[in-house]
Each structure stands twice: as structure tokens, then as C-alpha cells.
């Protein structure tokens, strides 16, 4: 018989706020985390606004005297496992079999940016050793292995904006395998110019604030932050009398193959991926009472999703609610749908839909039925969490009610 997959942590850092409760309150008032940039000078750039962190101190998350050990991508790595595991009163003993799968768009952006402008400067011999032990893309999800002593799977998945879906689709299928009693699975990413110039470069960013499925929207908002929800086999998770937010039942992924930076109309790959979450977890387009869409607020993602919406839910006459939370984070890129993973979790337990803010006049390309400037009360037992990232790449989930 296979296992059971349900989630019993969550950890967030988000630009509306750091932990799960200052988040979910966050997030159900409709609190916009957009703001003129402040990380980044942002004086040559088209666009100077973004969706950045706040109210991190790693000093209340990691020893002081390691915090300058480690770069700010494996502090926010650090963070919210440490969050997620003391939310889920886990004991990570000598001998475990629990892991760790984040993702990310790139390697440390940061940590390369600090070697290259030695690197011009300097002979690349003599660069610090302190730059090399940063390097790497795994080493933020290493470095936070160590840090816990997890002894369980180790892995760093760098699909773009869908890399937290695809993190926790992977780590499910390594508890519901029996390769491991628990995972801390979803993303991380930080601001940088790397992201920022590019999406300038392509005139992705909104000038002002993020609008999805808006009729006026001017396009996405960067963000960054991390979130990380502690999954578990349920069987384990009832022995040790775990508190038991929600039960992840599928997955999908797909991929458009249509083009590097522009997603296929047609949604190809998040529709494949869609399907094949609803088969995996066994529930018909009738059963879904919310999705927590991609939503960037570019005209070319909001329309494709819509028409992904259209064809699978609508015409089934299913009156499904929809809203993006990246109208109040922003696009936080491979954090993105870790963060929305903890949104989830929290929606399904506590049947709020939190609101898609900044919307005021319909799309009549995305005829959907959004939750708009207001989170409302509903009861919510089984939705979807959408990610669909650069190169076509969809992951989807479907996260429901847990009910023994």
C-alpha cells in the first residue's frame, strides 16, 4: 500500500512578512509588499520598484557568530526549515531519514556577483576561499543539511519559477516510496540585478504595483524570500501525534517545448500538468473549490492560465475561485511556489482564500472567477497550487483537506 504524504511544518520568509502567522495575517488582509527598491540601485533601470524582505534577522534563526559563514540565499535556506521544523515539533535524530529538496533559478546570484567583481580586480587565484565554499548550487540546500544533521535525501532542483512545486513533487515521491519518512521541500531566491535588468530588459516589469488578470496590468514585480513545508508519511506523522495542516494527494509537470521566454497560448504544459495532477490525485475538475494560480501579471502568463482554467474547470461549470498572491509578494522566482505551497497549506486548514489585490477592471481574456481585493470565507477542500516557469516548465500540486 502506498504512503500517505501530508504536511506538518511550514517556514516562510516573504516580503509581507517572516513566520507563518505574520505571513497568513499578511496575507488575508490583502497587504501589498511592493515598494520602491531599496536592495538594488535601480537608477538605470525602466522600472524601480519591488517586492523585497523586510524583517529578516538570521541572528534569530542561526548561531551569531555563524551568520557570516553562510551567504544570504542559505541564511533564508536556514531560516524557514528552522521554522518549519520547530512548527512540526519533528526530533531529528542520529539516524534519520529525513531530507531536503529546494530549488531555485540559479545559483547563488549574490555569491557570483561578489567572485566576479574580485575576479576583475584580482588574479582568480587569489580569490577568498570564503567565495568557492559559496559557489555551488547545491550549497545553500547542503549547508542547511548540515546545519540540521538531515540525513535523509539531499537535492537542490533549479526549475526556474516552478522550482518549489517541482522540489515538493519530487520530495512526495520519495516518502510515498518509502526512500525517506519526511522531506523539507519548496524554495529560495534573493534580489539581485541578475533577474532584475533581465525582466527590465524584456519590459516584463510593471512600473507600479502587480495586477494579475487585470485589464490594465503593466506586468510582474520581482520578489524574493523562501518557503519550505515539512512533508511527511502520514503514518509517521499520527504516531508522533503531529499537528496535521493539510495532505499533498498529486502532481503534475509538463513542459510547453515552445519557446525560452514566452509560454505557449495554449498553456500546453501547465495543461498537461494540470491533468495529470487530477488523475494522480485521483479528483475530477468538479472537486476543486480554489487555485492558488501563477498569476505574474504579464499579459502572456495571465491569459494562458486563464485559458488553461477555461478548459479544464469552466466548461465543467465548476465556479472555481482563483486568485494570485503575487499581487501582494511579487514574483518571488524560485521561492515562488514554495511560498505558495505554504500559502496553501494554511488555506485548505483554515478555509480563508486569501485576495488577488490590485484589481479593478476584468480582463475579458481571463474570464475566471477571481477572488478580488477582499479574502473570503470558504470552505476549501481540495485546490490546485499552479507554477509555470520560463522554458515552458508547469508544475502543479493539489493539496486537500486531511481526513483519516
Not at 540525513?151 to 515521491?173: E, L, Q
Not at 524560485?334 to 490590485?358: H, K, M, T
Amino acid at each position: 500500500m502506498k504512503k500517505r504524504v501530508v504536511i506538518t511544518g511550514i517556514g516562510v520568509v516573504s516580503p509581507i512578512g517572516t513566520g507563518k502567522e505574520t505571513f497568513w495575517k499578511a496575507l488575508i488582509r490583502g497587504k501589498n509588499g511592493v515598494e520602491k527598491a531599496k536592495k538594488l540601485d535601480t537608477s538605470k533601470y525602466r522600472t524601480h520598484m519591488a517586492a523585497e524582505v523586510k524583517d529578516f534577522d538570521p541572528k534569530k534563526f542561526i548561531e551569531p557568530k555563524r551568520v557570516k559563514s553562510y551567504s544570504l540565499l542559505t541564511q533564508y535556506a536556514i531560516a524557514v526549515v528552522k521554522m518549519a521544523l520547530d512548527d512540526s515539533k519533528l526530533n531529528i535524530s542520529s539516524g534519520n531519514r529525513v531530507g531536503i529538496a529546494m530549488g531555485a533559478n540559479t545559483a547563488d546570484p549574490l555569491v557570483f556577483a561578489e567572485a566576479l567583481i574580485f575576479w576583475s580586480k584580482h588574479k582568480r587565484s587569489l580569490t577568498p576561499s570564503h567565495i568557492y565554499e559559496k559557489l555551488n548550487t547545491n550549497l545553500p540546500v547542503v549547508k542547511t543539511a548540515q546545519y540540521f544533521g538531515l540525513k535523509g535525501p539531499c537535492t537542490v532542483i533549479p526549475a526556474a519559477c516552478a522550482a518549489g512545486n517541482t522540489n515538493i513533487a519530487y520530495a512526495f515521491d520519495l516518502i510515498k516510496t518509502g526512500k525517506a519518512d519526511a522531506m523539507f521541500a519548496g524554495g529560495y531566491a534573493c534580489m539581485n540585478h541578475l533577474a532584475y535588468s533581465g525582466f527590465n530588459k524584456m519590459r516584463a516589469m510593471s512600473p507600479q504595483y502587480c495586477q494579475p488578470f487585470d485589464k490594465n496590468r503593466k506586468g510582474m514585480i520581482i520578489g524574493e524570500g523562501a518557503g519550505v513545508i515539512l512533508i511527511e508519511d502520514m503514518e509517521c506523522a499520527l504516531r508522533r501525534k503531529a499537528k496535521i495542516y493539510a495532505e499533498i494527494l498529486g502532481y503534475g509537470l509538463g513542459c510547453d517545448a515552445y519557446n525560452p521566454a514566452m509560454p505557449d497560448p495554449e498553456g500546453s504544459g501547465g495543461m498537461i500538468a494540470t491533468k495529470m495532477a487530477l488523475k494522480m490525485a485521483k479528483v475530477s475538475p468538479h472537486d476543486i473549490d480554489y487555485i492558488n494560480a501563477h498569476g505574474t501579471g504579464t499579459i502572456s502568463n495571465d491569459r494562458m492560465e486563464a485559458r488553461i482554467i477555461n478548459n479544464i474547470f469552466k466548461s465543467k461549470d465548476n465556479g472555481v475561485k482563483v486568485s494570485s498572491i503575487k499581487s501582494m509578494v511579487g514574483h518571488c522566482m524560485g521561492a515562488a511556489s514554495g511560498i505558495e505551497a505554504c500559502a496553501s497549506a494554511l488555506i485548505v486548514e483554515r478555509d480563508i482564500i486569501p485576495p488577488n489585490i490590485n484589481y479593478s477592471e476584468p480582463d475579458p481574456y481571463c474570464d475566471i472567477d477571481i477572488v478580488a481585493n477582499t479574502a473570503l470565507k470558504k470552505r476549501v477542500n481540495i485546490m490546485l497550487s499552479n507554477a509555470f516557469a520560463f522554458g515552458g516548465d508547469a508544475g502543479v500540486i493539489v493539496v486537500g483537506k486531511f481526513k483519516r
